[in-house]
């Protein structure tokens, strides 16, 4: 009797731990299994913060990919389980197309579906790269590994980036969040991935709980350099007070005739309000309201100017739009405490679909334009990032909305004082959006080590130190003002001097390592 063939190498060992066949599972189960592992990795980004749950599901993920019978069964895989991780870490995608309902309300479950698979992508061709390139088991889950944080690195370039919900966010709230001072948003993707790499690569119950004991280790090494990080004390704060102005204005209601000028008179009574005692005495050094925070464009601004100024005894940022010729602005301009216009920021990095559409114009003819900008077919780009300099205030880089969760947007060659955000994240719902724009810009303090503070208007607003760490907020839905001294900034970080390159040349010099080993096995 001929003994039956052997199947190829699979890279596991004699007595090695076997993935079941996959025909042997109902494919709706498969699915249900996948989506559910993906839900699970998602659970580590704000607001939830459970981190371990992440780790453990792209475990999964890498486990359920390396064993896969072909490339092609990887790719589906990884699609379904990249699907379930964005659809519920992005649902808040939902939520601008309810602003109004009656018109753009249909397209709410399919803008999460597309979104959902437009993510999965990102985790899915990495999934078939990697099992092409690896030769057994333990190569494909390196290689999945490393294909997966690259691609988290592109998804913040490709079609203008989406660096949302990112494999190394979860860490953001936690101390181990700290080593993105020396290597940014990629250096923590790499240790969520090597987490999640390192029991995968064991064939054996043994090497399983060994990788689990190294996978361990590297958190408790990240986290410990972050308390170290965190221990440091901070330079003590400037004398400067500044105060952030929530209205809560509510989105279905904000451009409404009659609900637009009780927001505005909102505005300047929350700016008149006397300040806390606690930090002295007069009037703030500057006030703040959130991105298109008024009715009115600058154009026509003239009548506010001496009302403004006398509510706020300071300069006040004003979150507006203005239009120059056909052109039209999501801006930041100042009104200076003498009733006049100052500095102006227009805003260049726009969110595609909400406030521009490409080929806007030709579209238009269509009757499709962009639902989130307020005038014309969606705004035009401003000329990029810039330092803004306010009279009695250290120099800083405003950012509007969208534009805080871009890394590569911050100026790094000339370095800034601390950083504004001012944002309208009523977009994003009350559910989990709000909350993980907030982490982001707090990824931005901790990498450029300035601190920044957030003008939103239904929240959250907020004063973040250099370290990220948040010093006061003002939550979801509730109007008022958040009085606050300026916080100090740290000298430059690694990451500020070299941005990353560093991650860059490792991801490099790991792809050339598999690339070696490949050839050296097939010169075998």
């Known amino acids: 009797m001929r003994p039956a063939p052997r199947r190829p190498d699979s890279g596991a060992a ?89 018109r753009y309300g249909w397209m709410s479950p399919f803008a999460l579906l597309l979104t959902a698979l437009g993510g999965a992508l990102f985790w899915a061709l990495p999934a078939l790269a990697a099992h092409r390139l690896g030769w057994n088991r333990a190569s494909r889950a390196a290689a999945l590994a490393l294909a997966l944080l690259v691609s988290d690195w592109l998804r913040g370039w490709i079609f203008t980036g989406l660096p949302w919900a990112l494999t190394g966010h979860v860490w953001i709230d936690t101390p181990a969040g700290q080593i993105a001072a020396w290597l940014g948003a990629p250096g923590l993707s790499a240790l969520t991935l090597a987490a999640a790499l390192l029991p995968v690569l064991g064939s054996t119950p043994r090497n399983i709980a060994t990788g689990a004991g190294l996978s361990a280790a590297l958190i408790a090494l990240t986290w410990g350099a972050g308390l170290a990080r965190l221990a440091q004390p901070l330079p003590p704060d400037q004398p400067q007070i500044i105060r952030l102005v929530q209205p809560n204005a509510d989105q279905t209601l904000k451009w409404d005739p009659f609900w637009a000028p009780q927001f505005y008179d909102r505005l300047t009574a929350l700016s008149a309000l006397p300040l806390d005692p606690a930090l002295g005495e007069g009037r703030p050094d500057l006030v703040v309201w959130p991105e298109t925070a008024v009715p009115f464009l600058l154009n026509e601004a003239g009548p506010a100017l001496e009302d403004i100024a006398a509510h706020s ?189 560093p991650m860059l040349a490792l991801m490099a010099l790991a792809v050339a390592a598999l690339a070696i080993a490949r050839r050296n096995r097939r010169g075998h």
């Open 14 to 102: 004699p007595g090695a731990l076997q993935a079941t066949p996959a025909r042997r599972v109902p494919v709706a189960l498969r699915l249900g299994a996948d989506l559910m592992i993906g839900m699970a990795a998602a659970l580590g980004q704000a607001p939830w913060g459970l981190w371990p749950a992440t780790v453990l599901a792209l475990a999964a993920l890498i486990w359920r990919v390396a064993t896969a019978p072909s490339s092609r069964a990887a790719a589906w895989r990884a699609l379904a389980i990249g699907a379930g991780h964005f659809a519920l870490a992005l649902a808040w995608i939902t939520q601008p197309f309810l602003v109004e309902a009656d």
């Open 313 to 501: 005894g300071a300069t006040t940022l004003v979150g507006i739009q203005r239009a120059e010729g056909a052109a039209w602005f999501n801006s930041l301009a100042e009104f200076t405490p003498d009733a006049r216009i100052g500095a102006v920021y227009d805003k260049f990095h726009l969110v595609p679909f909400g406030e521009y559409i490409p080929w806007g114009d030709a579209l238009a003819r269509f009757g499709i334009t962009a639902f989130a900008a307020r005038h014309g077919n969606g705004y035009s780009r401003g000329p990029g990032p810039q330092v803004m300099a306010v009279e009695g205030l250290p120099t800083f880089q405003p950012l509007i909305c969208y534009e805080a969760i871009f890394e590569r947007h911050l100026l790094r060659g000339q370095r800034p004082e601390w950083i504004l955000q001012v944002t309208n994240d009523a977009w994003f719902g009350t559910w989990s959006g709000p909350y993980q724009h907030l982490a982001q810009a707090r990824l931005r303090a901790i990498q450029s080590g300035l601190p920044l503070l957030r003008a939103a208007n239904t929240g959250v607003s907020a004063v973040i130190d250099a370290r990220g760490d948040v010093r006061a907020t003002l939550a979801l839905n509730r109007e008022g003002v958040l009085d606050a001294p300026l916080p100090e900034a740290l000298p430059p970080t690694l990451w500020w001097r070299w941005g990353d390159l």
